[in-house]
């Protein structure tokens, strides 16, 4: 079997029981570092429901990283352009973001937008930075999935778990998903770094938040909150910088509202409303 990221010949190092029912194999790219599943035909029944049961983590993790995401964006970018949530789910994340003040839309052909409606991408939209939270895994063909997202934004922050330099053994590492069947592609610190290289984009990485960009940021920044992390300072530092940025920002709560009043009166959203 081919390697889904540079196309070379990958090995098939295991075996796992994929929704306690499937014994499906799994290849290993030495040249990449990447990891993928066989050819992932149980998807249909994996996908019976699109966000799985066993994500009892969604709204602490959407919470979270509505804060990281908030300081990268606002310190890093500019604030006042437009952003998209690319594989939105729900659409929490583009409605806390929102509500941080900055202008996030909602994008995911699988999902209903129950939170964020009203809100949904306009391909006509110029965006500056995309997200991409916990998807990654999921993309049976993620190159293609990829460069859906660089022809809407140069910029991506994503979170997957990185996988380890010693592979771990199917009941080693939660994050293959054995009982949910949806996680089929497994990313190391090297296969990130080729994509990086493929698309001639810089590379950052803090545990399992990611950043693909056009825009050079100077290495010390990530060494710096590395060091924050191991002296457990660092959430310190992050509610006094989350409290300058709401002290800056407006929320869009209200406003939105309002906008949506507006539109169910003239009907454009009679639909989805």
């Known amino acids: 079997m081919r390697c889904k990221i540079c196309n070379l ?5 295991f075996e796992a029981r994929i929704l306690n029912k499937y014994n499906i194999r799994y290849f290993y790219c ?4 990447f990891l993928q599943t066989e050819e992932p035909f149980w998807l249909n029944e994996a996908y019976n429901e699109v966000i799985n049961i066993y994500d009892t983590g969604i709204l602490s993790r959407n919470l979270e990283l509505s804060k990281t995401s908030s300081v990268i964006i606002y310190y890093l970018y500019n604030r006042k352009r437009k952003f998209l949530d690319y594989a939105g789910g729900y659409g929490i994340f583009t409605r806390l973001m929102r509500d941080v003040g900055f202008d996030f839309y909602w994008h995911d052909p699988y999902c209903k937008n129950l939170i964020a409606r009203g809100f949904e991408y306009n391909h006509n939209d110029k965006i500056d930075l995309l997200t991409s939270f916990e998807s990654f895994e999921h993309f049976v063909n993620p190159i293609e999935e990829i460069e859906k997202m660089l022809s809407i934004s140069k910029n991506i922050l994503f979170t997957t778990g990185i996988l380890p330099v010693a592979i771990p053994q199917p009941q080693d590492w939660w994050y293959y998903g054995m ?3 949806q996680h089929v592609s497994f990313y190391s610190q090297k296969t990130l770094e080729f ?8 590379f950052y990485s803090f ?9 050079q940021i100077n290495p010390a ?7 924050l992390h ?11 910088l989350l409290d300058k940025i709401n002290s800056k920002m407006r929320n869009r709560m209200f406003n939105d509202m309002q906008f949506l ?8 959203y009679e639909s989805t409303l």
């Open 9 to 13: 010949i990958t090995e098939n190092i």
């Open 195 to 202: 994509i990086a290289n493929k698309y001639k984009l810089n």
């Open 30 to 33: 030495n040249s990449c570092g």
């Open 261 to 268: 009043i507006r539109k169910t009166k003239e009907n454009s």
């Open 221 to 227: 920044v990530f060494k710096f909150i590395k060091y």
């Open 207 to 215: 545990r399992s938040i990611h950043l693909l960009t056009e825009k």
């Open 230 to 240: 191991k002296l457990k300072l660092y959430n310190q530092i992050e509610k006094f």
């Open 179 to 181: 009982e949910h069947g």
